[in-house]
């Protein structure tokens, strides 16, 4: 009989202890709940590589959760560059609980970017705006600053933890970044040196300011101009120079060098339709020597990126080199073609021209 007795304790006390790693607080309403942790783990991988570079490019970090029904602010994060790792796999914790939320992050923001956001502390997400800073020079808006990468963010999500068990979730937030850098390399045909004041480059477009959606709002139209201006020159084996002369016609026959003059841009992002003109002036008369739809011409080496629409070409690309040929009266040498990515494309029909 005692035998029987311990027996059935010694199986109450396993049973006791397996409903102790399945349940928590089930016997006494008074006992601590199951853990429960809600953290968001940020990504970006939206780029030409389709891997998550998030440790090689976001400097900061800043989030904010809204409820889903009232749309009110919950709670808000940030981490800043220190604070961010050098490896992938970046997670935020939370202190949120139970509840349906919608995330909208920013990430890449700072007192030095001239990407300003409208607030850091908002009463809805509609008021997490990022803008653009220009200065007025006549009658232009004008931005000729580098923009640092400035990424956007957004989830949807609803969190459910259970008082029976542990509720560990991990919500990814993918990045998009929306900051583009441009190079447009003027290069002569016939060895001549190439003054920087012999052209002034410009890029227009109306896309200075991001919704909390990533979407570009209605805004004034930009003028971009190179917050970077180089010059170079670069040696020419003859022979090759000869070979490649044969094939353009016109070509000079011999060039030992070239000069090239590298104007850097930097841009918000890039909406497929929307209106955007690259320009070359000569300086010498006034006179627009090139003047083309900028994201026109920048789709016309997309295929060579596999499929995708133009907006996702857009989105995940982010650097582009644009090399124009200048004859010797500095025009615009068309027959030349004009590179972009190091891939040749022959310039449509512009009426523009």
């Not at 006390?13 to 429960?36: F, H, I, N, Q």
């Not at 600053?145 to 068990?165: N, Q, R, V, W």
């Amino acid at each position: 009989m005692k035998t029987n007795i311990i027996n059935r304790l010694r199986q109450l006390t396993v049973l006791l202890a397996a409903a102790s790693l399945t349940g928590c607080g089930w016997v006494k309403d008074d006992l601590e709940p199951c853990p429960a942790k809600l953290s968001l783990k940020f990504v970006y991988d939206y780029n030409m590589k389709f891997a998550d570079a998030f440790h090689h490019e976001v400097r900061s970090v800043n989030v904010w959760a809204f409820d889903s029904s009232t749309g009110a602010l919950v709670w808000k994060g940030e981490a800043t560059d220190a604070q961010l790792p050098t490896e992938p796999g970046f997670v935020m914790e939370t202190p949120l609980e139970g509840g349906s939320y919608d995330f909208v992050a920013w990430c890449g923001l700072s007192d030095e970017s001239p990407m300003k956001l409208a607030t850091y502390n908002p009463a809805s997400k509609e008021e997490l705006e990022v803008t653009l800073a220009t200065e007025q020079n006549g009658t232009m808006l004008v931005s000729d600053a580098e923009i640092p990468g400035l990424f956007h963010g957004m989830k949807s999500y609803t969190y459910t933890p259970d008082k029976f068990k542990p509720s560990i979730a991990e919500v990814t937030i993918p990045l998009m970044k929306d900051t583009n850098a441009i190079r447009v390399l003027l290069q002569n045909l016939d060895g001549t040196e190439m003054k920087q004041e012999d052209f002034t480059v410009t890029i227009t477009d109306a896309n200075s300011e991001l919704g909390w959606n990533n979407a570009v709002l209605q805004g004034p139209t930009v003028t971009y101009m190179p917050w970077e201006i180089r010059y170079g020159v670069i040696g020419q084996d003859n022979s090759q120079s000869t070979q490649e002369a044969g094939r353009a016609g016109d070509m000079p026959e011999s060039i030992t060098t070239v000069s090239t003059l590298m104007n850097e841009f930097s841009l918000s992002r890039l909406i497929a339709g929307q209106k955007s003109t690259l320009t070359v002036r000569r300086n010498s008369d006034g006179a627009d020597i090139i003047r083309i739809p900028l994201i026109d011409y920048l789709l016309l080496i997309k295929g060579h990126y596999g499929s995708m629409t133009d907006q996702q070409y857009l989105d995940r690309q982010d650097d582009y080199s644009i090399l124009f040929f200048i004859d010797a009266s500095n025009n615009w040498y068309m027959a030349g073609g004009i590179y972009i990515n190091s891939w040749a494309v022959v310039p449509p029909q512009n009426e523009n021209m």
